[in-house]
């Protein structure tokens, strides 16, 4: 009886071993199968979109790990299946990442590259508005040209006031005429109808010096409408493709010493030569002075802001012009002279260039007040520093 019990014991248990070893099998391979399906239905989830094309080496990567599972779970070998079909469930979600990643970079590029073109056809309207800029100020001082070069209407016999009027009005004009072809030959030496130009507003000065009657107005405006012609010649010859005249202007408006120990307004204004900066007082003393050819503190601090302000803008020359109050004696051209050549040392000093500053001495014959106008006619002794642009 007690063999039999024994007998009975040992076909229980291993009936039992053999169940669990059942269950265990199947249990590894229901999850084999859940892995694998997984990995599956992750690919067709990704069938129509980017990760594909956008990342086909992470995506084959990933594929060659499906096809491991799938291998791995018909040969009977469940572990393995279950790791290379979850490797591959990651792999797929990485080409995803990898995709995203690459569609970002495209739209980045496709961004920078419509930001480029738009700066370039920004850049083409800004260049084309300022030809035509140009070209509005080129035809509209054409015109200027076009209507001081028309001969005025004779006139009958004057009076002798009115002939006086007459002769220093011819003599501004023939001084105007001068200081535009000076301004002219600063900007090209080459311009057309300069040297013509040049020629007859030299013999109409000449002619001038003797007070002739009737005075030659129609002549001194001719000559002034051949000298602007010049430098508007000589102007588009050289024009570049931006106009620096705004920023010259901005730091003259508001011109500070490197010591930044005083702001100066210089007052700038434009007129055809250029821009001018009008100075007053630049001198320690009046004529008859010892110091009358001597600068003065605040006129050698002003005319160094002037040097380093050419010095910072080298397209633009540099006319210095001299005028006096009264018809100058001949001790008074002298000191005009000296004068000028202290000022354009003073300027070259300070970063000028030489070769492209020029002194001229207009005389009295080109007043701003009424020279009958005993308050005011001494503020006609000025300095003009024109900074004369190819523009």
């Known amino acids: 009886m007690k063999q039999l019990g024994i007998s009975m014991l040992l076909a229980s248990t291993l009936v039992a071993s053999a169940g669990a070893l059942t269950v265990g099998c199947g249990g590894a391979g229901a999850s084999t199968v859940v892995k694998v399906n997984e990995a599956e239905r992750t690919r067709a989830g990704l069938q ?52 995203r990643l690459a569609r970002a970079t495209n739209e980045e590029t496709q961004a920078k590259e419509a930001l480029a073109q738009a700066v370039e056809q920004s850049q083409r309207y800004a260049t084309a508005r300022k030809a035509a800029e140009r070209e509005a100020d080129d035809l509209e001082k054409q015109l200027k040209v076009a209507r001081e070069a028309e001969r005025p209407a004779p006139s009958g016999p004057a009076d002798p006031e009115r002939e006086r009027a007459r002769l220093v009005a011819a003599q501004s004009l023939a001084m105007q005429a001068r200081l535009l072809c000076s ?51 000589a102007r588009r ?49 009046g004529k008859g002075s010892d110091k009358a050819a001597k600068l003065s503190a605040e006129g050698e601090s002003t005319l160094q802001d002037l040097g380093r302000i050419a010095a910072a803008h080298p397209a633009f020359a ?28 003073a300027l070259t000093d300070a970063g000028a260039s030489a070769d492209k500053t020029k002194v001229e001495q207009a005389g009295a014959r080109a007043p701003v007040f009424d020279p009958a106008d005993a308050k005011r006619k001494e503020k006609n002794a000025r300095v003009e520093v024109v900074f004369v642009g190819g523009s």
């Open 237 to 285: 010859a050289g024009t570049p493709d931006a106009d620096p005249t705004d920023a010259l202007l901005g730091e003259l408006s508001r011109s500070v010493d490197p010591k930044a120990t005083r702001t100066t307004d210089l007052a700038p204004s434009r007129d055809e030569r250029g821009v001018v900066v009008t100075l007053r007082s630049l001198f320690a003393g």
């Open 183 to 233: 301004a002219a030959r600063l900007v090209s030496p080459q311009a057309p109808g300069l040297a013509e130009a040049e020629a007859a507003a030299a013999e109409l000065e000449k002619k001038l010096e003797s007070s002739p009657k009737p005075a030659p107005i129609d002549a001194a405006g001719r000559a002034r409408a051949a000298c602007l012609a010049a430098l508007t010649k």
């Open 48 to 99: 129509g979109r980017d990760a594909q094309t956008l990342a086909p080496q992470a995506f084959a990567e990933a594929d060659q790990a499906l096809r491991a599972a799938k291998e791995a779970e018909h040969a009977g070998d469940h572990v393995a299946a279950e790791l290379h079909a979850e490797r591959a469930v990651a792999a797929y979600q990485h080409a995803v990442a990898v995709a």
């Open 318 to 345: 540099v006319q210095v012009v001299i005028h006096d109050a009264a018809a100058p004696s001949s001790a008074d051209v002298a000191l005009d002279k000296k004068r000028g050549e202290v000022i354009a040392k």
